[in-house]
C-alpha cells in the first residue's frame, strides 16, 4: 500500500526556517520523481521542488530558488525540503507528491501536479511578518 505522510510544519517569523520531511512507505522513492507542491487558500497548487536521484535531476520554482533545498535519504525512503529565509508568500499547506521519473524534467511545467499519481495529507506551514 502506497503512503506518504508529511511532517514539520509549523508556524514561524519572517526569516525563519522549517524542514518537512515525507516518509513513503509502499514503494522505493529513488525509483520515483519526488515533489513538493503547496497551496494557499484561494490559490492553484503550485510546484515548489521535485528531485529524481536516478537521474541527478533537481528542480525549483523561481520563487524558492536559493532559499529551499530538497533532498532525500534513500535509506530512511524519506523525502525532505529545507526552507530557508521564509517568507509571509510562503505560507500554504505543503504536499509531497510522487510520479514517473520523467515527469521531474516538466516539473515546473503548468499542469504538472496531474503526473503525480501519489500525495500525502499535507502539513500547514504559516510564515508571520
Known amino acids: 500500500q502506497v503512503q506518504l505522510v508529511e511532517s514539520g510544519g509549523g508556524s514561524v517569523q519572517t526569516g525563519g526556517s522549517l524542514r518537512l520531511s515525507c516518509a513513503a512507505s509502499?514503494?522505493?522513492?529513488?525509483?520515483?520523481?519526488m515533489g513538493w507542491f503547496r497551496q494557499a487558500p484561494g490559490k492553484e497548487r503550485e510546484g515548489v521542488a521535485a528531485?529524481?536521484?536516478?537521474?541527478?535531476?533537481?528542480n525549483y520554482a523561481d520563487s524558492v530558488k536559493g532559499r529551499f533545498t530538497i533532498s532525500q535519504d534513500n535509506a530512511k525512503n524519506t523525502l525532505y525540503l529545507q526552507m530557508n529565509s521564509l517568507k509571509p508568500e510562503d505560507t500554504a499547506m505543503y504536499y509531497c507528491?510522487?510520479?514517473?521519473?520523467?515527469?521531474?524534467?516538466?516539473?515546473?511545467?503548468?499542469?504538472?501536479?496531474?503526473?503525480?499519481?501519489?500525495w500525502g495529507q499535507g502539513t500547514q506551514v504559516t510564515v508571520s511578518s
Open positions: 528531485i529524481y536521484t536516478g537521474g541527478g535531476t533537481t
Open positions: 507528491a510522487a510520479a514517473s521519473p520523467v515527469t521531474c524534467s516538466r516539473f515546473l511545467v503548468a499542469g504538472a501536479a496531474g503526473q503525480f499519481a501519489y
Open positions: 509502499g514503494f522505493i522513492i529513488r525509483a520515483y520523481c
